[in-house]
C-alpha cells in the first residue's frame, strides 16, 4: 500500500462548515459560509473564522468586529451551499433562503433562527495571514434551540443532523462510535 506525495495544502477534513451571520453599521444583514471555524481556547471561549479579503461580509467584519456562528444541519445544506456561492452585493440570503433572522443578545449580527446552536462573538484580532485573514474572537454568548434538549437538558446535537464539509463535499455526521474517555473505561469492549 504506497501512498502518493501532494504539494502542501489544506488536506484537514472533514471540517465544520458554518454560516456566518454579520450586519453592517446600518443594519443591513448577510451570511457567509464558511469551512475554516474551529475553536481556539476553552477560557476563556475563543473561536476563529478565516475569510478572504474580497468577501463582501469581510469588509463588514472589519467594520464591525462582531459576528455569529450559526450551525449547519442536514436541513441547512441547501441554503449552506447558496450562502457561500452567492454574493450579499446581490442577494438578501435571509430572504432568498427563507431564514429567520433572530435578535442577538450580545451583538448587532442576527442568529439564523432554523440554526440548532448560534454562537455570538465579538473580534479581538485581525491577522492577515495570505489568502484570508484569520478573525479570532471571545465567544460573548451561546444559544440552544430547546427542541434538542432532553429531561435532564444535556443538548443532544446530533438530533438536528450536523453536516460537515470535505473538499468540496457536503456530509451528513454518522453514527456514534464511542465517547470521550471510552477507550480508558473499566468494563469496556472495543467496536
Avoid at 481556547?41 to 475563543?46: D, E, G, L
Avoid at 441547512?76 to 446581490?90: N, P
Avoid at 432532553?150 to 454518522?174: N, Q, W
Wanted: contains cysteine; hydrophobic residues 35%; charged residues 25%.
Amino acid at each position: 500500500m504506497g501512498k502518493e506525495i501532494w504539494k502542501p495544502g489544506n488536506m484537514l477534513y472533514p471540517l465544520p462548515v458554518v454560516m456566518v451571520s454579520v450586519a453592517d453599521k446600518e443594519g443591513r444583514a448577510n451570511i457567509i459560509t464558511v469551512a475554516w471555524a474551529g475553536t481556539v481556547c476553552t477560557n476563556p471561549a475563543m473561536v476563529s473564522i478565516s475569510v478572504r479579503p474580497e468577501r463582501y461580509s469581510y469588509g463588514i467584519l472589519k467594520e464591525t468586529g462582531e459576528f455569529v456562528i450559526n450551525l449547519t444541519t442536514k436541513d441547512l445544506t441547501y441554503a449552506t451551499d447558496y450562502c457561500g456561492v452567492k454574493s450579499g452585493r446581490e442577494v438578501d440570503k435571509f430572504k432568498e433562503m427563507k431564514l429567520t433572522a433572530l435578535p442577538a443578545s450580545q451583538v448587532k449580527a442576527p442568529l439564523i433562527g432554523e440554526s440548532p446552536v448560534n454562537i455570538e462573538c465579538k473580534v479581538r484580532e485581525v491577522i492577515p495571514l495570505g489568502s484570508h485573514d484569520m478573525f479570532l474572537a471571545d465567544v460573548v454568548a451561546v444559544h440552544a434551540d430547546e427542541k434538542y434538549m432532553d429531561e435532564k437538558r444535556k443538548f443532544h446535537l446530533e438530533k438536528a443532523e450536523p453536516i460537515v464539509y470535505s473538499h468540496g463535499t457536503y456530509f451528513e455526521c454518522g453514527k456514534e462510535l464511542g465517547t470521550f474517555g471510552y477507550s480508558v473505561r473499566k468494563n469496556n469492549s472495543r467496536k
